[in-house]
């Protein structure tokens, strides 16, 4: 397939609805899981470990043990096998997770697909968003100093063997069956402001996205504009996701870009803005392929060493559901 076929908006919508599809299935499948853990159905159902994955505070404390202890977690060894993952995407291709993978960050997107449609989006002045990122690298400061900085090995390995961090998923699940009003307020709140300004939870909230973008800084993948060429027609910063001011730059290296490429896909000036890694052009495809294979090469290497599925028998899972839900 030629590239004016596959643009870098249908590759990556493509990709986004698969990662969000997937997400919805093993959210069922982590449903029928509880319900067998929680004693309500007798048909034992094995939790999907890809669930672990949104367990970044109990695989950021799995990192700091396996640094330093070179123990691997196996209560969610899975999560901390993700986490490693996507900090290779960010490392590598920028942070090409926010952009191809997480289903938060598609349902930004639509949310702001939606207020462009409305005609509610603006632009913010530089200097407002530089000063609203900064309660995301707060947050994220708040983990690295609790957990990174303060927490012994012995502390996190009491932490990780909790009856509480077995059930850590189910327990997440349960807080978005059951929302409470104030949740119900604040997801209210974050999407009205996006449809106002684009991403607003991705670019100014979320800490995830702050570590990936900071190691995405290391990253020797970026986007590169030809100067010379350009007619400053503004196309590329008007789509940019991350609202990144495109074209006054030569290269985009900030930790906002989230390797969408779409900057690539509405340029009209052929080869002004371009993919390039260790210097060398390459397809705008190779973002969203780098950060699928090292998806793929993670999950691989995981499955055979034995550091992706658990090793939590399911009589103790039940157990812990039982002690924790069943009260
Ligand atoms: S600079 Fe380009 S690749 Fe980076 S987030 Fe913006 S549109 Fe996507
Ligand atoms: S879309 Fe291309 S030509 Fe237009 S401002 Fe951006 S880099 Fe320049």
Redesign the pocket.
């Known amino acids: 397939m030629s590239q004016k076929i596959v643009t870098p908006h249908i590759l990556r919508r493509v990709i986004q609805y698969l990662f969000l599809f997937f997400c919805l299935f093993i959210g069922y499948r982590l449903f029928q899981h509880f319900i067998w853990a929680t004693g309500q159905s007798s048909a034992f159902v094995p939790k999907p470990p890809s669930v672990e994955a949104f367990l970044p505070i109990s695989a950021l404390m799995a990192a700091k043990q396996f640094i330093l202890t070179n123990k691997w977690d196996m209560v969610h060894p899975a999560g901390l096998t993700l986490f490693f993952a996507f900090i290779w995407m960010a490392l590598l291709f920028?942070k090409s997770f926010c952009?191809y993978i997480c289903p938060v960050g598609l349902i930004s997107n639509l949310t702001e697909q939606l207020g462009r449609k409305l005609k509610f989006q603006k632009e913010l002045p530089v200097k407002a968003a530089r000063i609203l990122s900064i309660p995301k690298y707060i947050i994220l400061g708040g983990f690295v100093y609790f957990i990174v900085i303060n927490m012994s090995t012995r502390q996190i390995s009491s932490f990780l063997t909790l009856p509480y961090n077995y059930v850590a998923d189910s327990k997440m699940l349960a807080f978005f069956l059951a929302p409470s009003a104030t949740t119900l307020i604040v997801i209210a709140v974050l999407a009205i402001i996006s449809l106002f300004i684009r991403n607003f939870w991705c670019r100014f909230l979320c800490p995830y996205g702050a570590l990936l973008g900071i190691c995405s800084t290391f990253s020797p993948t970026a986007?590169t504009r030809e100067a010379g060429t350009c007619i400053s027609c503004g196309k590329?910063r008007k789509?940019?996701?991350?609202a990144?001011h495109?074209d006054e730059r030569k290269a985009?290296h900030?930790p906002?870009?989230?390797?969408?490429?779409?900057?690539?896909g509405v340029c009209p000036v052929n080869d002004c803005?371009t993919v390039r890694t260790f210097n060398k052009k390459v397809p705008f495809a190779t973002?969203a392929g780098g950060c699928l294979a090292i998806l793929l090469i993670f999950y691989g290497i995981a499955v055979l060493t034995g550091h992706w599925y658990s090793d939590a028998t399911p009589e103790l899972i039940r157990k812990f559901h039982m002690m924790i839900f069943n009260k």
């Open positions: 920028r952009g986007i590329c789509i940019c996701p991350a990144i495109v985009v900030s906002e870009c989230v390797g969408c490429a779409e900057c690539v803005l973002i």
